[in-house]
């Protein structure tokens, strides 16, 4: 397994007050909630976290309402990512001045079909922008969001260039093989999974952890493979945790995925706070949560 940055983090949602602002105690119960429940760290403001419908300043109160809540800066990898290179900076500055683990940043998103070249040359600029030593940057992998991939020689570039600083990835792509050929090509180099059920198949792989969005709801079970992947005595634990997951995670994807998954933490958490979304994503309907409420029941 890869040194760094590995474990089980999760991609925690943001709950969302009735007027649509930020609600930051039920944020910051919810995170103190994810590490008790077996999570390594939180990585806030991400996809699941809704991070690209809030303004700069939203998510710099929200990474700060964590910290002053009593998180180390060492347990978070925030999103810092924006579609332009100058609010990419202030948020990174921003997260390096409270001392986080590392920065989680897409390539930037709105124009299609760039070069690497053109993704090499934004996060050049941001790093000697930044001219900041505590810098460690994770890529973030999610072209079926994006419509932008990071290739592998990205990477290779990257890394050569800013030795120490790209130290990790989030591959969400679903694709357990281009996982495999990272951890193969990049010695010293976490690759994380972002989809839950391949946490276990890229642990065997030598992979270093996930960032996923099942961690709101089963962080247990995540952590259980973690913690024993290389225990031959538990194997049979480990695919019972492992099938818990997948179960956990086909009913989130039973309607909108964010939609659901707020749904579910709702139930868990006891509070419907949690149902609400920011335009233009929606809520479940009353009915959609009654049913997804129902199945959890039985699995």
């Known amino acids: 397994m890869t040194q760094g940055i590995s474990g089980v983090y999760s991609a925690a949602a943001t709950p969302i007050e009735a007027d649509g602002s930020p609600c930051f105690d039920l944020f910051t119960a919810h995170c103190h909630g994810l590490l008790a429940e077996g999570c390594h760290g939180i990585a806030l403001l991400g996809t699941t976290g809704e ?9 710099m109160a929200l990474l700060d309402a964590v910290c002053d809540s009593g998180i180390s800066g060492n347990q978070l990898l925030p ?13 990174t500055a921003h997260a390096l001045s409270c001392q986080v683990k ?4 897409l390539p930037p998103f709105y124009y299609k079909q760039v070069s690497d070249e ?4 934004f996060y050049a600029q ?3 922008g930044l001219a900041d030593s505590r810098l460690k940057i994770i890529l973030y992998h999610i072209p079926q969001m994006t419509q932008v991939p990071i290739s592998h020689d990205l990477i290779a570039r990257l890394r050569a260039e800013f030795p ?9 792509a679903g694709d357990i093989e281009n996982m495999k050929k990272m951890v193969k090509r ?7 999974a972002g989809a839950d059920p391949l946490l276990l198949p890229l642990l065997q792989a030598g992979g270093s952890g996930c960032i996923t969005a099942t961690s709101n709801l089963r962080a247990d079970s995540l952590r259980f493979i973690w913690d024993n992947i290389n225990d031959t005595s538990k194997q049979l634990e480990i695919d019972q945790h492992q099938k818990r997951i997948n179960e956990w995670r086909n009913l989130s994807n039973s309607y909108a995925q964010l939609a659901t998954i707020k749904a579910m933490i709702s139930e868990v958490r006891g509070d419907n706070r949690w149902c609400a979304l920011r335009p233009p994503l929606t809520a479940l309907t009353t009915q959609e949560r009654e049913t997804i409420w129902a199945q959890m029941q039985q699995i």
């Open 186 to 192: 990049f010695p010293n180099f976490s690759v994380l």
């Open 51 to 59: 991070a690209n419908n809030f303004s700069v300043d939203e998510r």
């Open 118 to 121: 053109g993704l090499f040359r």
């Open 79 to 91: 999103g810092t990512s924006c579609s332009n290179l100058s609010e990419t900076k202030a948020l």
């Open 102 to 105: 590392a920065c989680v940043i």
């Open 164 to 172: 120490g600083i790209f130290v990790g990835i989030k591959d969400s």
């Open 126 to 128: 941001l790093v000697e």
